[in-house]
């Protein structure tokens, strides 16, 4: 007879202990400790990008100018004596739906007829034309509250920034505002928001208007003659305006001048 076998499990309930084992156990907390610290700082870091980021976008897609309409205004010396050519340009502008707050001040005009390019800012901007370190860049002579004053002062004078003499009428354009029910748009502080309309004036006087000494444009006196913006706004002229604000889209504005001005005296332009 075979004896009978008896196989024993060997059981091993005894687990390691040592410095060693702490060691390496205290090195392996650390290390998720570490890794764990560095998630959190770039997730918070890549999520106060994204924030910025997207906040960014937003407003460059929603803060949003609107060209409503555009005249025409022809300089004249009496009723029957007038200007060959459009000598200034009324923009109604506004605010398209959402946008964000526009400060005018920050605006950018670009205007041409084809053969002259004029870039123009707010008569109140203090720094564009500006030497380095300096203030004394708005439009001469810039009324901070009197919008009929700085019309005129953009048709007919000049300003000196540093010793340099520049002319107004392609330098610079100024409002007023045509609705404000907020009280929040003024001369030093044209800020566009919700709801706001404002009117945009541009010079476009030619050297012939200037030539012929005309009195008026529109209500405005010009003594002298409006000044040469160096644009000639002729009959079938095409002419591209481009409203560049701060942050946001480009607004442009295309049209082509009659091809007869007529007898009128201000003439429909856009739309």
């Given at each position: 007879?075979?004896?009978?076998?008896?196989?024993?499990?060997?059981g091993?309930n005894?687990?390691?202990?040592?410095?060693?084992?702490?060691?390496?156990?205290?090195a392996m907390?650390?290390?998720?400790?570490?890794?764990?610290?560095?998630?959190?700082?770039?997730?918070?870091?890549?999520?106060?990008?994204?924030?910025?980021?997207?906040?960014?976008?937003?407003?460059?897609?929603?803060?949003?100018?609107?060209?409503?309409?555009?005249?025409?205004?022809?300089?004249?010396?009496?009723?029957?004596?007038?200007?060959?050519?459009?000598?200034?340009?009324?923009?109604?502008?506004?605010?398209?739906?959402?946008?964000?707050?526009?400060?005018?001040?920050?605006?950018?005009?670009?205007?041409?007829?084809?053969?002259?390019a004029?870039?123009?800012?707010?008569a109140?901007?203090a720094?564009?034309?500006?030497?380095?370190?300096?203030?004394?860049?708005?439009?001469?002579?810039?009324?901070?509250?009197?919008?009929?004053?700085?019309?005129?002062?953009?048709?007919?004078?000049?300003?000196?920034?540093?010793g340099?003499?520049?002319?107004?009428?392609?330098?610079?354009?100024?409002v007023?505002?045509?609705?404000?029910?907020?009280?929040?748009?003024?001369?030093?502080?044209?800020?566009?928001?919700?709801?706001?309309?404002?009117?945009?004036?541009?010079?476009?006087?030619?050297?012939?208007?200037?030539?012929?000494?005309?009195?008026?444009?529109?209500?405005?006196?010009?003594?002298?003659?409006?000044?040469d913006?160096?644009?000639?706004?002729?009959?079938?002229?095409?002419?591209?305006?481009?409203?560049?604000?701060?942050?946001?889209?480009?607004?442009?504005?295309?049209?082509?001048?009659?091809?007869?001005?007529?007898?009128?005296?201000?003439?429909?332009?856009?739309?």
């Open positions: 007879m075979k004896a009978n076998r008896k196989n024993n499990l060997y091993d005894e687990a390691q202990v040592g410095i060693g084992t702490l060691i390496i156990f205290i907390v650390l290390v998720a400790a570490v890794a764990a610290a560095v998630l959190i700082q770039t997730s918070g870091t890549l999520q106060q990008k994204a924030q910025s980021t997207g906040k960014q976008a937003t407003q460059e897609v929603s803060s949003n100018l609107m060209v409503k309409s555009i005249e025409g205004v022809r300089a004249k010396s009496s009723a029957v004596a007038l200007s060959a050519t459009i000598d200034l340009l009324k923009l109604k502008v506004a605010l398209n739906v959402g946008s964000s707050p526009v400060d005018v001040n920050q605006v950018v005009v670009s205007i041409t007829d084809g053969t002259t004029n870039n123009l800012v707010y109140g901007n720094k564009s034309y500006a030497s380095t370190g300096a203030s004394d860049g708005a439009m001469g002579s810039f009324s901070s509250t009197d919008a009929a004053a700085n019309l005129q002062t953009l048709l007919i004078a000049t300003t000196n920034i540093d340099n003499v520049i002319d107004n009428s392609n330098h610079y354009f100024t007023d505002r045509v609705r404000d029910e907020d009280s929040s748009f003024s001369q030093s502080n044209p800020v566009m928001n919700t709801g706001d309309m404002i009117l945009l004036c541009i010079s476009t006087a030619s050297a012939s208007a200037d030539a012929a000494n005309y009195a008026n444009v529109g209500t405005t006196t010009t003594a002298g003659g409006p000044q913006s160096g644009l000639n706004l002729v009959p079938r002229t095409v002419v591209n305006i481009i409203l560049t604000p701060e942050s946001g889209v480009s607004t442009n504005a295309d049209f082509v001048t009659p091809s007869s001005y007529g007898v009128k005296e201000t003439v429909q332009l856009y739309p």
